[in-house]
């Protein structure tokens, strides 16, 4: 004879442990990821400092192809999407390359049996990504400014980082779909990601106006968030123009439009995101794929 | 070298025998199979798969404060079986409940009871024993000030000095960072613990410190733990329970003493591990 089931137990009364389920658990669990990914830098920072000086002189190298050319306009407009790059790509990169990370380290198990609903990951890995991006980004812009003189205000650098953060929310579910490949495949699924990277590279006109691509491209340029973000900090700098000097730059009003479509960005492709990844999540429990040797 | 008398009754190494009928049962598994298919051959438009059972038809349930182990040589299905309750695996058939919990249907609450201690020390290598027992505090909800102050009464206890707190793992022996991991999931007070082989590859010192605080962890938290391990002594040291699998499947089931008698008088619960399953604990894994 057996005992029947007890009730799940109630933890001991503990004041320094926040209750499961709560705002204030999920907020301590979200800082948990910042706390380990700052630490893993923190110790990681001889490669850090190589990838962070890489960024800075190939974006410098890019940008002086505008001075080359005698072209303030172009300057700027390079300028702008190196940095804007630095800071997309690397955000996407970081949140996209969480699992991989994750598996290399062995730690993947532990991670994906913690009391942290998908949603708390994922702010939780992208608030450090995000600070992380951003500092490069702005360690690209100052290293530029040791070459030329940027011709922007710093009125209109603080419009375009407001533009950046906003375009950061659908790179943020672009980066959990991507996530997704190294679920499924522990050998090829880190390659995918650095592939997808490189196709939002080539059809948001980071470097060149959409424009240029062949027609059959353009239309694809419209799916990412890079390509409404590059327009809109283009008008604020008074880049979006031809020829070779600026235009009036307008203020974060005269970009609304462009705005409003990256929110609805992240309003898609965050929840679509969470939905794909939990999908996959599922799939990988089923097959056994969740695991640190796949 | 140990030198053993042919025919000689084997000493009884078991734990002391504790009443744990009365109490509730936590963990209770009922006809689990988990079965993985892989890919044997074929053309990359036409491959072929051939599947396998890692875990056939199980079932057991553990009381409250129960060690309980689960013997098998490698391949055996013991890691499914601690994933399958550690939530990372989808049953294909069966159920897993902890205090009357689904773990499919409620992960969410299943999660908040469990923590796990695996074979190969899962950590941030790079980061020091600190920053990894801190990060899995956080993660379960627990003061980060306030888990500094116990890991590091745990790990005093556990023989690191203060200055290891704060080197990087990757420069700890192997005993030292399986220690760290025992550390880690007791640090979140869970109510169920899964160690998988905690002391595969450890030195004796080491393997012995560890048992001695998993006794002393178990009695201090009342937790209850799931012990899977291939070392005889171990389980017979300190689980109230043993099953034996193989191929996927529990071949028998009871105290040391139990299983012992089940292979006749004087055996060893090797003796009766390798008559019951007609395999040999050493045997290396199949890939």
Known sequence: ?294 | MTLTVPGAPSPDLSAPHRDLSAREIVLDIRGLVKGFRKKSGGTLLRPQFADSRAVDDVSFHVRRGEIYGVLGPNGSGKSTLIRAMSTLLIPDAGTVSIFGLDVVRDEAQVRRLLNRVSVDAAFYKKLSPRENLLYSAQLYGLDRHVAEQRALVTLRRLGLKDKDFYEPLEEMSRGMQQKVAIARAFLTSPIVVLLDEPTTGLDPRSRRDVQEFVLELRDLHDATIILTTHDMPEAERLCDRIAFISGGKFVAEGTAGELRALAGPGKSLEDAFIELTGEDLAKEETP
């Open chain 1, 1 to 294: 004879m057996t005992t029947p089931h007890a009730p799940p137990p109630t933890p001991a009364p503990d004041p320094a442990r926040t209750t499961p389920g709560t705002l204030a658990h999920q907020l301590r669990a979200a800082l948990a990821f910042v706390f380990r990914d700052y630490h893993l830098t923190r110790r990681y920072w001889s490669w850090v400092l190589v990838f962070t000086f890489y960024d800075m002189v190939s974006a410098a190298s890019i940008m002086l192809i505008g001075v080359a050319a005698h072209n303030p306009r172009l300057t700027l407009t390079l300028l702008l999407g190196a940095v804007m790059w630095s800071f997309l790509g690397r955000l996407f990169g970081e949140i996209a390359n969480s699992i991989s990370y994750e598996r290399w380290e062995g730690t993947i198990e532990y991670t994906f049996m913690a009391p942290v609903s998908r949603l708390t990951h994922l702010v939780g890995v992208s608030l450090f990504a995000g600070a992380y991006a951003l500092l490069r980004g702005v360690l690209v812009f100052l290293f530029m400014g040791l070459f030329v003189d940027i011709g922007a205000t710093l009125g209109q650098v603080v419009q375009c980082l407001v533009v950046f953060m906003v375009a950061s929310l659908g790179f943020m579910g672009i980066g959990l779909m991507a996530a997704v490949l190294p679920v499924m495949s522990t050998e090829n699924g880190a390659q995918a990601t650095n592939i997808i990277q490189a196709v939002f590279l080539l059809i948001s006109g980071v470097y060149y106006p959409v424009s240029v691509l062949p027609a059959w491209l353009q239309p694809v340029s419209a799916i990412s968030p890079a390509t409404y973000a590059l327009d809109a900090c283009r008008k604020i700098l008074g880049v979006n123009g031809t020829g070779t000097t600026f235009q009036p730059g307008v203020g974060l009003g005269a970009v609304l439009p462009e705005l409003g479509i990256l929110l609805a960005f992240g309003a898609v492709t965050i929840p679509l995101g969470l939905y794909v990844f939990g999908k996959a999540e599922t799939w990988a429990k089923r097959t056994g794929k969740l695991k640190r040797a796949g």
